[in-house]
């Protein structure tokens, strides 16, 4: 009865700890509205009232992570929801996406990921897999929030607007 009783309870822990990559939701958004001249333009007014907003919607989301490429615009429309969930925005680099894929399903707690126009969707289908593929978006399209629930059963993906939350 006592081996029955230890292998029940070897058992346990060993599923627990098989267990570690529980339910995580990943967010993914294009950087806000830009300023359109320089090479490295920072957010319009307007942009910088919707990385407020972003902060707002992610506020009850336990925000753990916050990743944005390396521009002003980026790292901009990061900052509030950073700040809010007091982590600090790490850099990562929009050419390697597989390299930031593999960090977003290693790690622990939910994530925001800012990019562009032409890197949200492409990161977002990785999640997606034989699925329907999300097209780049538009210059004018900053509204979309791609929401990725990672679960043991499997990786399912949204694409919202801000005015869904």
Not at 82 to 101: C, F, S, W
């Amino acid at each position: 009865m006592r081996n029955f009783l230890f292998l029940i309870f070897a058992t346990l822990i060993l599923f627990s700890c098989g267990t570690k990559n529980q339910t995580k939701t990943i967010y993914i958004v294009r950087h806000a509205e830009k300023q359109l001249e320089g090479s490295d333009p920072d957010l319009l007014q307007v942009g910088q009232i919707r990385a407020t907003k972003l902060a707002q919607i992610l506020e009850d989301k336990e925000i753990k992570h916050v990743y944005s490429t390396d521009y002003l615009r980026t790292k901009n429309t990061a900052r509030p929801t950073a700040e809010a969930a007091g982590v600090k925005v790490e850099i990562y680099d929009p050419r390697n996406q597989d390299e930031l894929v593999e960090k977003l399903k290693a790690l622990e707690g939910n994530a925001l990921v800012v990019g562009h126009s032409n890197t949200v969707n492409k990161l977002a289908n990785y999640f997606v897999g034989e699925g329907e593929q999300y097209p780049d978006l538009n210059d004018i399209e900053y509204d979309y929030i791609f929401v990725v629930t990672l679960e043991a059963s499997g990786e399912k993906v949204e694409r919202k607007l801000y005015k869904d939350f």
